[in-house]
């Protein structure tokens, strides 16, 4: 065992009972305001043999005191200027491998695009820039992105017809 430190997105603010309830249920737990959204951070530092079954425990405690995880914070979505910021080269070098005018070609499409700046998976390019550039970057812990990406698919589970084919998708 050994610690894991993440945090838990909520949608609403965590109120004083839950609160309350979630620091006596855990004692890893800190609380805090979203800076980007209306919800709460809800931070974790949890022993536990995995990243994956600190979060899932964290999570199942959370719903106990009836606060929903909307996702996990993580580093995962970054611009092009982060990804240069990152590697420590310039931000043009990278808008054009990305754009397929230099380097060797396939650079990870954007995963999403907000007014008008485009994201991209870092679990995506790490792999990329250290397999076809030879850039030295460290593994990437894809676990966070996909604890963030299935506790988003849960939280829009109750509004999506054929929930079951979904999941099918999982099990292929």
């Not at 890893?28 to 530092?45: K, M, R, S």
């Amino acid at each position: 065992m050994r610690p894991q430190r993440f945090s838990l997105v909520t949608a609403l603010p965590v109120d004083g009972s839950a609160r309350e309830a979630l620091a006596e249920r855990c004692p890893d737990v800190t609380v805090t305001p979203d800076p980007d959204g209306p919800g709460a951070l809800v931070g974790f530092e949890r022993d536990a043999p995995t990243l994956v079954d600190a979060v899932v425990s964290a999570v199942r405690d959370l719903d106990a005191v009836g606060v929903q995880a909307l996702g996990v914070r993580d580093d995962d979505l970054v611009t092009l200027a982060e990804i240069a910021d990152r590697i420590g080269r310039s931000r043009e070098a990278v808008r054009r491998w990305a754009a397929g005018r230099t380097g060797p070609g396939a650079f990870p499409p954007p995963a999403d695009v907000r007014v008008g700046t485009a994201h991209y998976r870092w679990t995506e390019a790490a792999p990329w820039l250290r397999q076809r550039l030879g850039v030295p970057v460290p593994d990437t812990e894809a676990a966070l992105a996909a604890l963030d990406l299935a506790l988003r698919l849960r939280a829009l589970a109750p509004r999506v017809a054929r929930m079951d084919a979904i999941r099918a998708l999982l099990a292929a």
